[in-house]
Structures are given as structure tokens and as C-alpha cells.
């Protein structure tokens, strides 16, 4: 009998709760990036949790696009980071608001 | 829900929860208060292991592996790769605080979601319902790697081909977003596009490829030419092109 669902939910929430603060306090993009990665990450964790409590294969399913769509989503984000450091040579959530139309 | 204590699992189990969520935690502090962006992704491969152990001790061991895979062996070296490609591997000054009393308000904001999220969860039973009857067990024959296959490919198929869309907009758009602004458009001259930037930087210092432009604009007819082919080429080496 392995351990209880609830360990693992209170240890993702702490992990998304880290994520969170990360992405508020830093500076950083790509620090804020892999802080959105924390949370993506805690809430994977959880939908593998739901899938052993309720035995249903569908969480993993869930856990399986999720990962395409991080994937995607730092492809194109690190592709704008890249696109804004040429005109701006620092790459600082500051010097984001050159996105603007 | 009913909190059992570790102990009540075997002991294997919590002992092998408990050390992976202490590197899960670590990890998770460590990408937050690196001040080197390189430190923080080596933490963040630690979480992501530990994440990956947690998915084996709950059978997920397709779902480990991948995780290993894409995010440790790709994500996070996508994020690496940034990180030197772009320089910016040095120190920053945590201490700098350009909006005065953010980081309370954020810690106290994070504080006080982490402790609804706690309460909701364990103090009200609002996070479980009631077992699954309509979903593919888990425990099919074949374990969780045939499982999965199979509800991918039946149950979610929709969602599975629009994912491969939404690779190809990924990538189509990285390429998009990551190539020189001179690339795009071969047909005027750099520097219209040096003085439309917002950035007060002049021609000679943007890119490699606008440096070794002629400056006069008497024979930018012949030499626009030529400039367009090495720029159209949209290569690397035609920085290195002299007229």
C-alpha cells in the first residue's frame, strides 16, 4: 500500500505556491519562465495523484498534453526573449514594454 | 480527506516520498532565490527528477520517463542554451527592488492562497469527489504505458491531433520570432529599420550585418542587390560577408 494521495497534493500545492512567488518577485524572464515551469510542474504531480486516487488513466492523459504544451509554450516564449534581448541587450520583465502595439 | 501519518505506508514508500519531496522542495526554493539564472535551471533539473521519482512511486512510469526526457533533456537545455546564447549568466542584484513593498504584498498573497488552498483541500473535502466510473482504469492489462496509448488514441484522440497543430504553430513561430529583422525583408535598406527600433542604438553597434553596410546611398542600387542575396540567405555567415 504506497502512501496517501493527500501527501502528495499538500506537496504539490507548497511547489505551486513556490512557482508562484518566483514568478511575482523575479525580475529575470527566463527565471519567471522556469518558475511557470514550478507550477506546470506541481500541478502534473497533482493530476498523476488524482489518476492513482480515482484509478482513472485520464489524469495521465492530462499530464501527457501538458507537457506538450510547456514545450511549446517555452519554445515561443524563449523566442520572444531572444527577439526583445536584440533590442534591448538585457532581458529584464522591465524591458517588455516594447510588446506593446 | 484524511490525513494518514507517513508512517502508515510501508516504510519504503515513506521513505522514498519523503526524501523526494525534500528535493522537490529544495529545488523548488533554489530556482526561486539563485541570483544566476544558470544555477537556477541546474535547480530546477533537480525538481524535475524529484517530480519524475514521485511519478514512479505513484506507477506513472511512462509519465517518468517522459519527464526526464522532455524536461530535463530538453526544456531545461532549451532554457540553458538561452541563458549562454544570450549572455545574461550574470549575477543579478536581488536586492534591487524597483516596485517598493511588492515582495510582501507577493509573499503574503502566496501565503495566504497556499493556506485556502490547504484548508479547501483537506479542511473541506472540496478537492475529491467521488472515484471515477466513467474514465479507463488505470490497472488495464498492460500496464500504465498500454493505458495510456489507448486512451490517447481514443478517448482524447481530438485533443491529441490538435496538439500536433499547435507543434507546428510552435515551431513555425520560434523560427518567425528568432530570425534577424534584416532576413525578413530584403528589398530597403538596414538602416530605415535601425531608426524605426525604439532602441536608441545607431546602425553601427545593432547587428554584425548592418556594420559592414556601405554608409552611402549612391550606389545602393547596385550593392542592394548583393546585400539582399548574402541577407536573404538568412544564414549565420552573412554577418561575415563583406561587400
Do not use: K
Not at chain 2, 521513505?15 to 522542495?25: G, N, P, S, W, Y
Amino acid at each position: 500500500m504506497s502512501l496517501s494521495g493527500a501527501w502528495y497534493l499538500g506537496l504539490a500545492a507548497v511547489v505551486f505556491s513556490i512557482g508562484t512567488l518566483g514568478l511575482l518577485v523575479r525580475r529575470n524572464v527566463l527565471v519567471m519562465f522556469m518558475c511557470v515551469e514550478l507550477m506546470l510542474n506541481a500541478v502534473n504531480l497533482t493530476f498523476v495523484t488524482f489518476s492513482r486516487m480515482l484509478d482513472d488513466i485520464g489524469g495521465q492523459a492530462l499530464v501527457f498534453f501538458t507537457l506538450v504544451v510547456a514545450a511549446a509554450e517555452v519554445v515561443v516564449g524563449l523566442g520572444i526573449v531572444v527577439a526583445i534581448f536584440r533590442r534591448r541587450r538585457s532581458a529584464t520583465a522591465d524591458d517588455f514594454h516594447i510588446m506593446r502595439g | 480527506m484524511m490525513v494518514t501519518p507517513l508512517f502508515a505506508a510501508t516504510t519504503v514508500d515513506a521513505l522514498t516520498f519523503a526524501v523526494a519531496a525534500a528535493i522537490v522542495l529544495a529545488g523548488a526554493i533554489g530556482v526561486v532565490v539563485a541570483r544566476n539564472p544558470v544555477h537556477a535551471a541546474l535547480m530546477l533539473v533537480m525538481t524535475l527528477f524529484g517530480v519524475a521519482v514521485l511519478f514512479v512511486e505513484q506507477q506513472a512510469n511512462f509519465l517518468a520517463a517522459v519527464q526526464v526526457i522532455v524536461y530535463a533533456g530538453a526544456i531545461v537545455v532549451l532554457f540553458l542554451f538561452v541563458i549562454m546564447f544570450l549572455g545574461v549568466d550574470r549575477e543579478e542584484n536581488v536586492a534591487e527592488e524597483p516596485l517598493r513593498g511588492q515582495r510582501p504584498l507577493a509573499v503574503v498573497l502566496v501565503v495566504l492562497g497556499l493556506a485556502g488552498l490547504l484548508l479547501m483541500g483537506f479542511g473541506a473535502h472540496w478537492s475529491v469527489g467521488a472515484r471515477s466510473v466513467a474514465g479507463a482504469s488505470r490497472n488495464a492489462s498492460g500496464g500504465d504505458v498500454a493505458a495510456l496509448g489507448r486512451s490517447v488514441f481514443t478517448t482524447y484522440l481530438f485533443a491529441f491531433e490538435v496538439t500536433s497543430a499547435l507543434l507546428v504553430i510552435a515551431v513555425v513561430g520560434a523560427v518567425v520570432l528568432a530570425r534577424r529583422p534584416g532576413a525578413v525583408r530584403p528589398g530597403p535598406d538596414p538602416d530605415t529599420d535601425a531608426d524605426a527600433m525604439p532602441a536608441p542604438i545607431t546602425g553601427s553597434d545593432t547587428t554584425g550585418a548592418q556594420e559592414e553596410e556601405p554608409p552611402a546611398d549612391a550606389d545602393a542600387g547596385g550593392d542592394a542587390d548583393g546585400g539582399a542575396v548574402a541577407r536573404s540567405g538568412a544564414e549565420p555567415h552573412s554577418e561575415e560577408v563583406s561587400p
